[in-house]
């Protein structure tokens, strides 16, 4: 067990979670972990950043894998003895013209963005020292998604008192209407990425809520938040922001400060918390 600090950043070979590492290799204290599901993909990502005098480490994480995830939270038991920081970035996202039928778009963006997520979270969130920060990148698509939802919807998932296992139930929901064909008549936005990142968000203001309960006064703070619209893989050549640009409002989120006591449970966007 060393006294170490450890922070680690899921799906970051590229884009934004790339220059995420970039920059918490830069400004954190301690060993920062690149992570990716292709070990080839990832080595190459720490051997650009090396190549730019940067020194972060790389451990292979696949989140729809639970195997994986939990040889990642082995791994840091047995080496850390625990996390100081995690960022859950890892997601994906059909293109907007892509031709896949809508109801295995819904199943294949919430088995990763959402249920992935969650499964990282329940296995790496226990491991989380006294004065941890967790990111939880989401999207503003989660509001114009829940715009897009019926008021009865709405209203579970802006509740304080929802459990993750409604949401669960609700997530899952959504997937099943979808393969019905009756998503819109149940009350759904028409966007599967939307969906998946309002899981996100109520996700984080649900275990924010917990850390309150079960750990208090270790001051562990849990957001979720915006990167913007960023130019990568993902969001295509006209988005607004450069990744690093992209990069700044998770890594403030990962870098509070010891004293601080917020933002938490709170969904940021350039480094300001939203309403939800």
């Given at each position: 067990?060393?006294?170490?600090?450890?922070?680690?950043?899921?799906?970051?070979?590229?884009?934004?979670?790339?220059?995420?590492?970039?920059?918490?290799?830069r400004q954190?204290?301690?060993?920062?972990?690149?992570?990716?599901?292709?070990?080839?993909?990832?080595?190459?990502?720490?051997?650009?950043?090396?190549?730019?005098?940067?020194?972060?480490?790389?451990?292979?994480?696949?989140?729809?894998?639970?195997?994986?995830?939990?040889?990642?939270?082995?791994?840091?038991?047995?080496?850390?003895?625990?996390?100081?920081?995690?960022?859950?970035?890892?997601?994906?996202?059909?293109?907007?013209?892509?031709?896949?039928?809508?109801?295995?778009?819904?199943?294949?963006?919430?088995?990763?963005?959402f249920f992935?997520?969650?499964?990282?979270?329940?296995?790496?969130?226990?491991?989380?020292?006294?004065?941890?920060?967790?990111?939880?990148?989401?999207?503003?698509?989660?509001?114009?998604?829940?715009?897009?939802?019926?008021?009865?919807?709405?209203?579970?998932?802006?509740?304080?008192?929802?459990?993750?296992?409604?949401?669960?139930?609700?997530?899952?929901?959504?997937?099943?209407?979808?393969?019905?064909?009756?998503?819109?008549?149940?009350?759904?936005?028409?966007?599967?990425?939307?969906?998946?990142?309002?899981?996100?968000?109520?996700?984080?203001?649900?275990?924010?809520?917990?850390?309150?309960?079960?750990?208090?006064?270790?001051?562990?703070?849990?957001?979720?938040?915006?990167?913007?619209?960023?130019?990568?893989?993902?969001?295509?050549?006209?988005?607004?922001?450069?990744?690093?640009?992209?990069?700044?409002?998770?890594?403030?989120?990962?870098?509070?400060?010891s004293s601080?006591?917020?933002?938490?449970?709170?969904?940021?966007?350039?480094?300001?918390?939203?309403?939800?």
């Open positions: 067990m060393s006294n170490v600090r450890v922070a680690v950043v899921t799906g970051s070979n590229k884009g934004i979670g790339l220059a995420i590492v970039r920059a918490l290799c954190f204290p301690g060993d920062v972990y690149l992570t990716s599901r292709d070990a080839g993909r990832g080595q190459a990502a720490v051997a650009q950043l090396q190549q730019e005098g940067l020194h972060p480490l790389f451990h292979q994480l696949d989140i729809d894998d639970l195997q994986s995830i939990r040889a990642l939270r082995d791994f840091l038991k047995d080496k850390y003895g625990g996390l100081d920081v995690l960022v859950n970035n890892a997601g994906i996202a059909f293109k907007v013209h892509d031709t896949t039928p809508f109801a295995v778009q819904a199943e294949v963006t919430l088995k990763t963005n992935g997520t969650r499964n990282v979270c329940t296995e790496l969130l226990p491991l989380v020292k006294p004065y941890g920060r967790v990111v939880n990148v989401s999207s503003m698509v989660s509001s114009s998604a829940l715009r897009g939802c019926s008021q009865e919807l709405q209203q579970k998932f802006r509740s304080d008192t929802i459990t993750e296992e409604e949401l669960v139930q609700l997530m899952a929901k959504f997937v099943e209407d979808t393969k019905r064909g009756v998503h819109e008549k149940e009350g759904w936005p028409n966007t599967a990425y939307g969906v998946s990142k309002i899981g996100v968000t109520v996700l984080s203001r649900i275990q924010a809520r917990l850390l309150t309960e079960r750990r208090k006064g270790e001051h562990i703070l849990l957001n979720a938040c915006c990167p913007g619209w960023v130019r990568t893989d993902m969001a295509g050549p006209k988005a607004t922001k450069s990744p690093e640009e992209g990069a700044e409002t998770p890594v403030y989120l990962a870098l509070l400060p601080a006591d917020a933002p938490h449970g709170q969904f940021v966007s350039d480094k300001t918390v939203k309403p939800w």
